[in-house]
């Protein structure tokens, strides 16, 4: 079994800051990537940030504001969040493709059970 289990979500005003993080665990033989998704109240999941092996995207509603940094050694990923506006409230879900679990020879997509951020006006 491959388990994600974010954490770090919460409430912060506008303009304020936020880092969440988020842990891969089980059976793990190799992460090819890891990033972060969201999803606000009526609106389709959109990708936020991906770090594949090091080459690292973001979405361009938050690049210059988040940051992507990835701990292979201790297979994490964290989403550092600043400058926060209303328009960043959804629902993050850590994600990752990787190797494990009972797919240990193909890489398949995983995702945590996401955690809330809400930003105040």
């Known amino acids: 079994q491959v388990r994600l289990v974010e954490s770090g979500g919460g409430l912060v005003q506008a303009g304020g800051s936020l880092r969440l993080s988020c842990e891969a665990s089980g059976m793990i033989v190799k992460i090819g990537s890891m990033g972060w998704d969201r999803q606000a109240p009526g609106k389709q999941r959109e990708l936020v940030a991906l770090d594949t092996d090091g080459d690292v995207k973001y979405s361009d509603s938050v690049k210059g504001r988040f940051t992507i940094s990835r701990d292979n050694s201790k297979n994490t990923v964290s989403l550092q969040m600043d400058s926060l506006t209303p328009e960043d409230t959804a629902v993050y879900y850590c994600?990752?493709?990787?190797?494990?679990?009972?797919?240990?020879?193909?890489?398949?997509?995983?995702w945590g059970q996401g955690t809330q951020v809400t930003v105040s006006s």
């Open positions: 994600t990752a493709v990787l190797r494990g679990g009972s797919h240990l020879f193909s890489y398949e997509s995983y």
